[in-house]
């Protein structure tokens, strides 16, 4: 283990000591957050976030830092890219809010819409940085594969119930890939099937907003990248979470070692329970919500939802005085 790798297992053993709140809950960002520049500024103020870009180029043998920092963008977007990128990116911003101590209650839960249930499971103290870099890469470059061999697209479809988006669903082949909120489903399928899907959600009042993906995420057609990702599963070496971690798949906390490869084996090729996850943690005391991560996608959808919940996001260039209690 280098001295970098060393100082991120003290950062995140440092976030399992400290006092818990029961009211608090950490959440990390998927693929389709990054940005061009994620994790600079945290990267110049904390000597662990340095260390998480440094273990990050080491370990991948590639200048990631520099694609997270500097680009090019049509580079960091890229699949295989962009997924080592953000888990990355959103590790620094909690490193660097560890260091600096504007985060200083151990959650009581972790969670991570899609990739960013990778970083969860680090910041549990489940799996090593190290150990996630390589298998999200590869998780990277299968889903990117199986994208080129059975073409597919994705669509956020806005505005409706979850149960006329499944019977929209139905009627048009689609299929759904995130419940990202009450009345946000994204779908996928075929590009023909998610353009029929859209028109009917706008026939029954919402709008279907077709997104730049590189597949159909989260659907049967990445059913062969989920097939070979499961024998680079098998290689893991996972522990019991320090930390709760709520998982995709079931929208409850993952019991065991055992039980998290089985949940991203099958993560890839089945939708993403977020909302249920959100209710879940809600339900068992949760009213302060973190993201950790590039952005303020997923607190900005739990506003939309509950607007009386506490939400901070650490990707700020200064602390909120509402962070102060986190």
Request: glycine share 8%; with cysteine; charged share 20%.
């Amino acid at each position: 283990m280098t001295q970098a790798q060393s100082d991120i297992s003290v950062s995140i053993k440092a976030l399992h000591q400290l006092p818990i709140d029961s009211q608090l809950a950490l959440l990390f960002p998927g693929q389709g957050a990054q940005k061009l520049g994620m994790g600079f500024e945290a990267s110049q103020s904390s000597p662990s976030a340095k260390a998480v870009f440094q273990t990050a180029d080491e370990v991948l043998r590639t200048k990631l830092s520099r694609l997270c920092f500097e680009g090019p963008e049509e580079e960091l977007t890229r699949t295989v890219n962009a997924q080592p990128a953000m888990l990355t990116a959103s590790l620094a911003i909690l490193a660097a809010a560890l260091d600096s101590r504007t985060l200083h209650k151990r959650p009581a839960f972790v969670a991570g819409h899609s990739l960013g249930e990778y970083t969860a499971l680090v910041a549990a103290g489940s799996l090593l940085f190290a150990d996630v870099l390589r298998l999200v890469r590869e998780r990277g470059r299968l889903m990117e594969e199986a994208g080129t061999e059975n073409a597919g697209t994705m669509a956020a479809i806005v505005g409706l119930s979850e149960e006329t988006v499944s019977d929209v669903c139905r009627l048009s082949g689609a299929e759904q890939c995130n419940f990202n909120a009450r009345t946000q489903t994204v779908i996928g399928g075929a590009p023909e099937v998610v353009d029929t899907a859209c028109r009917l959600a706008k026939e029954r009042g919402g709008r279907g907003l077709p997104m730049k993906v590189a597949g159909a995420f989260h659907t049967s057609l990445m059913g062969s990248a989920a097939r070979n990702f499961e024998s680079v599963l098998q290689r893991v070496n996972a522990q019991e979470p320090a930390i709760p971690v709520v998982g995709n798949v079931a929208a409850k906390p993952i019991a065991s070692a055992a039980d998290l490869t089985s949940e991203l084996g099958r993560q890839m090729a089945t939708p993403v329970r977020w909302y249920q996850s959100i209710l879940y943690m809600i339900d068992a005391g949760v009213r302060t919500f973190v993201e950790a991560g590039p952005g303020q996608t997923l607190i900005t959808m739990l506003k939309r939802d509950f607007p009386e919940l506490t939400l901070i996001s650490l990707d700020r260039p200064s602390v909120p005085a509402a962070a102060s209690h986190v």
